[in-house]
């Protein structure tokens, strides 16, 4: 009689991201690219940003990825305050794009819907996505952040934006 064992070993290589970059928004000045800053006195500051049905495009940011960070895998971490006049939005989300100066070659969004837990309260928000390497290919390049809303119903505004860049360790 004979026994054989056969086994082997898998290591699941974990991806480390180290930061290169923190933006941080209040709306407070005119520090962001786009939208419209509206006064609101719920928070300690007085102005957020509102995207609704005729406001599409909220408050957002550019960053442009310097040359070292080509082909390489960009990690964006977005936090922020949340508050909506629905449970449920169906189309706000915040949109995160790869352009260079005439065309946008990446589209990535992240719905808020899940992150509203009350209506009318500021609730929690913080999601990431990743650009991989194989589309972070061109010089020139930035990558945009702001809120969108695809639905063009009710309303969702934000507040305390910052959007956390990371790099990915693994593919350097």
């Not at 064992?5 to 699941?12: G, T």
């Not at 550019?62 to 082909?71: A, E, G, H, M």
């Not at 508050?83 to 706000?92: A, I, K, L, P, S």
């Amino acid at each position: 009689m004979s026994c054989f064992l056969f086994f082997s070993c898998y290591k699941k290589t974990e991806e480390k991201f180290k930061p290169i970059a923190t933006i941080k928004i209040s709306f407070e000045d005119n520090t962001f690219f786009t939208g419209f800053r509206m006064p609101d006195e719920s928070l300690p500051r007085n102005y957020i940003s509102k995207i609704n049905n005729e406001i599409p495009y909220g408050g957002g940011l550019y960053f442009k990825i310097p040359d070292s960070l080509i082909n390489k895998d960009i990690k964006i971490l977005i936090k922020s305050k949340l508050r909506t006049n629905e449970r449920f939005t169906y189309g706000h989300l915040f949109a995160i794009t790869l352009n260079t100066a005439d065309q946008q070659l990446f589209w990535s969004q992240i719905d808020l819907d899940p992150f509203i837990k009350n209506k009318n309260t500021w609730n929690a928000f913080s999601d990431s996505t990743l650009i991989p390497s194989a589309i972070n290919n061109r010089t020139g390049t930035e990558i945009r952040v702001f809120g969108f809303n695809a639905s063009k119903k009710c309303f969702m505004e934000y507040d305390d934006l910052e959007v956390n860049f990371l790099v990915n360790c693994n593919n350097q």
